[in-house]
């Protein structure tokens, strides 16, 4: 699988095309034949019986600081089942990229029974005992008789919640704190989300080799000499320029594209960075009390995205293996091979706060307790901050001076 990025930095050469630096994506992606999902995206696969407390009939919800199962009813506890080490082993595979989604098997597919959010487009399911929920992500109404089925790639494994909802409050009011130029009065009147949802988020990860060849220009500078022209002399310097070429391999590895287009954009930082050694498989037990969401950006599309981000990383170590003081790149071709992904499940806290009669959500891994979401900000220390960063520039020119 193919991909070039051609920078503008020199004209088009043979066997090359030029890049014309409107973004830092790939101009030309020939990645061959790519799985088409038929129907949009839903849920996974853990649509079971709905775990039952043996002693009260009561639901079970998974407790991550315990790691065992607590009765909403009785509030007792009862072990959750522990993963053998083959099958977390298993859960933290990776899969070849498909050439073909007509080929998968049926033990890499299923067709779930989901409800879309008319409100925010979330595709989530109902548990069985449940007619009728608020959507985790805009509290719309969902209806279980609105659900549909769809054919969906499983996922291979879930990352069990770490933080709980009073820890993950904790994170959210730490990070309220933190917000540097916030008016003072948030800190005040905000003491507390207006609701937390634990979700699981839908995610794919991907690994490749990228075997890289690049043609470009390197720059060494000099001391100014006689007889040097006089347009190339800057500040006493010369820059000799000559050409170089060649190739090198880069392994990008466990390169995570958040699945959902419910997450608020400010959000889905708060998924990076998660341990997916923990993966373990995904079950009913770990899902117990919580919502799973169904992926909304599919295998090909999530596969360009995650080029689009490789992008500016080759071409950053296209730069370091040309070496010198300063960089021309005329063209760059990179070819992935041994691409692999993964769908996986991740933990999080879906949190708002009310400020100015609207509504900002919030994100808590449920697993780092990384907090991201959107905040407000204050015109009045921004513009403070901005006179006092002018005074310290007009200072330090009137020293110079």
């Not at 079971?48 to 199962?69: A, D, I, K, Q």
């Not at 298993?90 to 890499?108: H, I, V």
């Not at 995610?203 to 470009?216: I, L």
Request: hydrophobic share 40%; aromatic share 8%; with cysteine.
């Amino acid at each position: 699988m193919r991909t070039a990025i051609f920078p503008r930095d020199r004209p088009t050469q043979r066997g090359f095309k030029s890049w014309d630096g409107a973004n830092d994506c790939p101009k030309r992606v020939d990645t061959g034949p790519m799985p088409t999902d038929p129907t949009p995206p839903v849920l996974p696969p853990h649509s079971g019986p709905t775990t039952v407390c043996p002693h009260c009939g009561g639901l079970l919800r998974f407790e991550p600081r315990s790691g065992r199962l607590r009765c909403t009813q009785c509030a007792g506890e009862q072990p959750r089942s522990r993963p053998s080490t083959q099958a977390r082993a298993a859960a933290a595979a990776e899969a070849p990229l498909p050439g073909d989604w007509a080929t998968r098997t049926e033990g890499e597919t299923w067709t779930p029974a989901l409800v879309s959010c008319h409100q925010c487009g979330a595709q989530t399911e109902l548990p069985a005992h449940q007619v009728q929920a608020p959507c985790p992500f805009c509290a719309t109404p969902l209806r279980l008789g609105d659900a549909e089925r769809r054919r969906l790639i499983r996922p291979s494994g879930q990352l069990p919640f770490a933080l709980d909802a009073p820890a993950a409050r904790e994170r959210f009011r730490a990070w309220l704190r933190g917000l540097w130029f916030a008016p003072n009065a948030l800190r005040r009147l905000v003491r507390d989300t207006e609701a937390l949802q634990g979700v699981y988020l839908p995610a794919w990860t991907f690994d490749a080799r990228a075997v890289v060849r690049y043609q470009g220009e390197r720059g060494d500078r000099r001391e100014a000499r006689a007889g040097d022209p006089a347009h190339s002399v800057q500040q006493g310097h010369v820059m000799d320029w000559r050409a170089v070429g060649g190739h090198f391999e880069l392994r990008l590895d466990d390169e995570l594209i958040p699945a959902s287009h419910s997450l608020p954009a400010l959000g889905e930082g708060a998924l990076q960075g998660v341990n997916l050694s923990a993966l373990e498989p995904c079950s009913e037990a770990l899902s117990a009390g919580f919502i799973v969401e169904a992926y909304q950006v599919d295998l090909p599309d999530a596969w360009a995205r995650v080029q689009q981000v490789w992008a500016p990383r080759v071409e950053a170590e296209v730069r370091r293996d040309i070496g010198g003081d300063e960089q021309r790149i005329t063209a760059v071709d990179c070819e992935y091979r041994e691409p692999h992904y993964r769908h996986v499940l991740l933990p999080a806290w879906l949190a708002s706060y009310r400020w100015n009669g609207r509504s900002w959500p919030v994100v808590v891994n449920g697993q780092t307790g990384r907090v991201e979401g959107a905040r407000p900000w204050s015109i009045w220390k921004l513009g403070f901050a901005a006179l006092a960063l002018l005074g310290l520039l007009l200072l330090g020119w009137a020293e110079g001076v």
